[in-house]
């Protein structure tokens, strides 16, 4: 049974939903509100710095350039990360309109971090690829410490773990070695490039390789590469963006959950990808309560694969509550947005196969996009009805939303400034020529009086700014506290409960992560409310 069965099931007539075509621009049009929004505020105030040049003299001109330049180099970033098997890469090939750009018939395919530079030049024109190699002092750090991950289980005692770790590294470079040959060490602190973007090389230089076949072209590389960037231009995506890819956090090999949590460092977005039928584990709320304890990472959840529950209209909502409650259990940020959907539901879209969709996944469309979209069902398309059943554009209004409270305001705001004190100098400049040639300026202040206010204005701003942190200290001290009494009653009605249950001679154990949480929030805000900025 194809999709349009929705068509039967609703009595929606054949000129309305139309029919599945073979491309899938033909289809649907990729629109997403919210990046579109943030495309035009940026677009109105380049247009304003343009305006300011045509005004402004050859020196100044330069200058707003500048500002103008720097504005367009900001990329923000969003880094996928989730467990093996959550569906991320395919989340990114529909994000990005590519069904097939990424392969996602490896399992694990990703153990590289791959950085998707969307309407982002390459620094070389010619490049449209490029995957960088570790060095010999990279590889001598990951075998002797095990790296970051290495120096925190160093730090925490773990010794088995960083034995492991370290382990495991000299595993991944003897493999490397067997497979590279002479190669090896000529290969380390390295860069390939290539002109196009191809299945074979991410397959090569990424994807994880068979390590019974010692000769494949999967995955030769792939142990020695340290990161992967390609540059892919879409008209639909009406701006420049940085989408990650990354290696799963459940992976057996400890190295390739390191590189995703170096990936997140550098990430100022992250979506964590679950699976309806596993989500919100322990090893996601670890992960979520890593990039909570950032203020300038925001997070959306998606939970992918809908498409192979029975009942979502029912059961999304019971997973919602469950969400829900876990975060609120483990004190994480309580405003997260979580949305449903699949990549699997996108990408027949986009691949105009809709109909090919087996009996199961058909159902379940059908059954959500009644729930979800039951006011557009005679107004839309099957392919839009499927296309917003997948959660794809909601992702991305939430990611715009992040996006322009984040790095992008941020971006406008430095930029607007730089103008604005150039204006104003500028400004200044003129006045004092008019006065000049008015004859109505007098330079009566002698050096003695000018170091006399000089003086006033460092008392007074200095007043100011005591004033300031003292109101800022105190509002932390009380935030403080109240973190500190509140970790304290969990923790005693914790005991307390224990003791009923188990007796005194069980051991208990109460983690300090929801007073970590509480602390880090506390600081955030006071620190917004006093500088009126995002840490980064």
């Not at 390459?122 to 960088?132: C, G, H, I």
């Not at 995506?237 to 400890?254: A, E, K, Q, S, W």
């Not at 009996?359 to 839009?384: C, H, L, P, V, Y």
């Not at 996006?403 to 004190?421: D, V």
Request: net charge negative.
């Amino acid at each position: 049974m194809g999709l349009s069965a929705v068509v039967k099931l609703d009595d929606l007539d054949a000129e309305t939903t139309g029919t599945v075509s073979s491309t899938s621009d033909d289809t649907i049009k990729r629109r997403f509100a919210g990046l579109t929004e943030v495309a035009q505020s940026i677009s109105d105030f380049e247009d304003v710095l343009r305006d300011f040049i045509a005004m402004a003299d050859p020196d100044t001109a330069k200058k707003v350039t500048r500002i103008l330049q720097q504005n367009r180099d900001v990329e923000p970033s969003i880094t996928v990360i989730g467990q093996i098997k959550a569906g991320k890469t395919s989340l990114i090939n529909a994000m990005i309109g590519e069904p097939d750009l990424l392969p996602t018939d490896v399992n694990p395919w990703t153990s590289v971090v791959t950085s998707l530079h969307i309407n982002t030049p390459s620094p070389d024109p010619n490049v449209k690829a490029s995957f960088r190699f570790f060095d010999e002092e990279e590889w001598e750090r990951l075998v002797s410490n095990g790296g970051r991950i290495g120096q925190l289980a160093a730090r925490a005692g773990a010794d088995d773990e960083l034995e492991k770790l370290r382990l495991q590294v000299v595993e991944m470079r003897e493999k490397a070695k067997a497979r590279l040959g002479r190669k090896f060490e000529l290969l380390l602190g390295t860069e390939h490039r290539y002109g196009v973007v191809e299945d074979s090389l991410l397959r090569r230089y990424v994807c994880v390789g068979d390590d019974e076949a010692e000769f494949d072209e999967q995955g030769r590389f792939t142990d020695i590469t340290k990161a992967a960037d390609l540059y892919i231009d879409r008209e639909d995506i009406p701006l420049g963006l940085c989408i990650r890819d990354t290696p799963g956090v459940n992976d057996t090999f400890m190295m390739r959950e390191q590189i995703t949590i170096n990936a997140v460092r550098d990430s100022r977005i992250s979506v964590v990808v679950l699976s309806a039928h596993q989500a919100l584990t322990t090893m996601d709320m670890a992960l979520i309560r890593m990039i909570a304890h950032r203020a300038s990472r925001e997070i959306v959840i998606y939970v992918n694969r809908i498409d192979e529950l029975s009942d979502p209209a029912t059961q999304v909502p019971e997973i919602r509550s469950s969400i829900l409650a876990t975060l609120e259990k483990n004190n994480a940020p309580t405003d997260i947005s979580i949305i449903f959907g699949s990549a699997h539901w996108a990408n027949a879209v986009l691949l105009g196969r809709i109909d090919e969709m087996t009996d199961d996944s058909t159902d379940a469309a059908i059954n959500w996009t009644r729930s979800a979209f039951g006011d557009k069902m005679d107004s839309w398309s099957a392919e839009q009805l499927v296309w917003h059943a997948s959660g794809v554009p909601a992702l991305f209004d939430a990611v715009a939303q992040r996006m322009y409270e984040g790095p992008i305001r941020e971006s406008l705001q430095k930029s607007a400034r730089q103008a604005l004190n150039l204006a104003q100098s500028l400004d200044v400049v003129d006045q004092v020529r008019i006065l000049e040639q008015d004859g109505a300026l007098h330079r009566s202040m002698t050096p003695i009086q000018l170091d006399a206010e000089l003086t006033k204005i460092e008392q007074r701003s200095i007043a100011q700014l005591k004033q300031s942190s003292d109101a800022a200290c105190l509002d932390f001290t009380n935030r403080v506290d109240q973190a500190y009494e509140r970790f304290l009653e969990r923790a005693t009605n914790s005991l307390i409960e224990h003791l009923q249950t188990k007796g005194e001679d069980a051991m208990w154990q109460y983690s300090p992560l929801g007073l970590r949480m509480l602390l880090s929030s506390s600081y955030q805000v006071v620190l917004k409310r006093s500088t009126g900025s995002r840490p980064r």
